[in-house]
Antibody, heavy 119, light 108 residues
Framework: EVQLVQSGAEVKKPGESLKISCKGS????????IGWVRQMPGKGLEWMGI????????RYSPSFQGQVTISADKSISTAYLQWSSLKASDTAMYYC????????????WGQGTLVTVSS | QSVLTQPPSVSAAPGQKVTISCSGSSSNIGNNYVSWYQQLPGTAPKLLIYDNNKRPSGIPDRFSGSKSGTSATLGITGLQTGDEADYYC?????????FGGGTKLTVL
């Protein structure tokens, strides 16, 4: 059974760093793109970026380029999303999702990680 | 503001049919496949339609998709109260993904 399990909710202060994770199981982790999607409170889905764990090819939406870093450790089938300096506007639910083909055919999703940034 | 435009809301009565539109341009919908996602309240999105009109295993045939030019449409027949959710279209644009702004479906 394909599963994506994300790390738990985080509460951080502005300026702090953070790395959240997404562990894949039940499939060949290196053969599918893993994307990250942001959903701010009460708002829609935003495609942030995507990584191909097989060769670490990574692409970012212009809106998120330079604001976050996407990485993956294929030895433990885990993808990451990290911030070096959080802002209050980073408060959102973050989902990882597996793309069955291309960059946005997301057939399996993680349960989401809620990130709250508040002083 | 998303590059894909969806109506903010649609509504219909149980048993009726509803369509949700997704309008883009030649750089996205016009030259790429469209996917549709359903997000029930408090849950992660779920893939409903991919490659414009294909349904993943387990998605009932009440859900259908189509594409014409730079627009795509999601159709839902035999509406049920359990279909109340937010619906998003998605495609790629210059090798990056983009979502529509989402449409809230109310089943009256």
């Amino acid at each position: 059974e394909v599963q994506l399990v994300q790390s738990g909710a985080e509460v951080k202060k502005p300026g702090e760093s953070l790395k959240i994770s997404c562990k894949g199981s039940g499939y060949s982790f290196t053969s599918y793109w893993i994307g990250w999607v942001r959903q701010m409170p009460g708002k829609g889905l935003e495609w942030m970026g995507i990584i191909y764990p097989g060769d670490s090819d990574t692409r970012y939406s212009p809106s998120f380029q330079g604001q976050v870093t996407i990485s993956a450790d294929k030895s433990i089938s885990t993808a990451y999303l990290q911030w070096s300096s959080l802002k209050a506007s980073d408060t959102a639910m973050y989902y990882c999702a597996r793309s069955v083909r291309g960059v946005i055919i997301f057939d399996y999703w993680g349960q989401g990680t809620l990130v709250t940034v508040s002083s | 503001q998303s590059v894909l435009t969806q109506p903010p809301s649609v509504s219909a009565a149980p048993g009726q049919k509803v369509t949700i539109s997704c309008s883009g341009s030649s750089s996205n919908i016009g030259n790429n496949y469209v996917s549709w996602y359903q997000q029930l309240p408090g849950t992660a999105p779920k893939l409903l339609i991919y490659d414009n009109n294909k349904r993943p295993s387990g998605i009932p045939d009440r859900f259908s998709g189509s594409k014409s030019g730079t627009s795509a449409t999601l159709g839902i027949t035999g509406l049920q109260t359990g279909d109340e959710a937010d619906y998003y279209c998605g495609t790629w644009d210059s090798s990056l993904g983009v979502f529509g702004g989402g449409t809230k479906l109310t089943v009256l």
